[in-house]
């Protein structure tokens, strides 16, 4: 079992408890798989999927982390993505009566973090990622940002690239900075920015 560095990218569908409990099952049982679905179709940049996790897939790629425009196309592309097959999902359903919720309650937020000793081990046709890197990716879908969509990137992440260029791809909105306190993890600093603005 071989650690090595690995990017963690963990797009997550945000209001996924409300719209699972106020619509009625078979619009969610039909309108959460096709989302999911749209986010594994919308990968350009050779990510793989280690699970899918009810409201979220836990994509990785090992090795040297992607540039930061790499990284944040992807981003945009999940997005953007996602919000096409909302408003068809919107358009197929939109007689149905719980249809208002899937626009107004979904949306998307994404995890990118890069740990330097992450191990893959095969379990049936999937791969499981062990290390206290994918504990440290998942806690920080826990966090205290203010805003419903967003990209959070870890301070493994845009601690590797320029200030400038890391802001100059990130131009559509303000950088903002945030950090969780974290028992046997210790302080995780963070760098998000609102992906709201292009929707």
Wanted: with cysteine; proline share 4%; glycine share 6%.
């Amino acid at each position: 079992m071989k650690a090595e560095p690995t990017l963690i990218c963990i797009p997550d569908i945000s209001g996924f408890t409300q719209f699972m409990r106020e619509a009625n099952f078979d619009l969610t049982a039909q309108v959460i798989p096709a989302l999911l679905n749209e986010i594994i179709y919308a990968n350009t940049i050779n990510l793989q999927v280690s699970e899918i996790e009810g409201d979220a897939v836990l994509f990785f790629r090992s090795g040297e982390l992607p540039a930061i425009g790499e990284l944040v196309e992807q981003c945009k592309t999940f997005y953007k993505e996602f919000y096409k097959r909302i408003d068809k999902l919107y358009k197929e359903h939109k007689n149905e009566e719980d249809a208002r919720s899937i626009s107004e309650i979904l949306g998307l937020k994404i995890i990118l973090h890069y740990g330097e000793e992450i191990a893959m081990v095969p379990i049936g046709n999937r791969i499981k990622l062990m290390g206290e890197d994918v504990i440290t990716a998942h806690r920080m879908l826990k966090n205290d940002i203010p805003i419903e969509e967003y990209i959070v990137f870890s301070e493994q992440v845009y601690s590797k690239f320029d200030e400038d260029e890391f802001a100059g791809f990130c131009n559509w909105s303000e950088i903002h900075e945030g950090h969780l306190d974290i028992e046997h993890l210790g302080v995780l600093n963070y760098k998000y920015v609102d992906l709201n603005p292009l929707n």
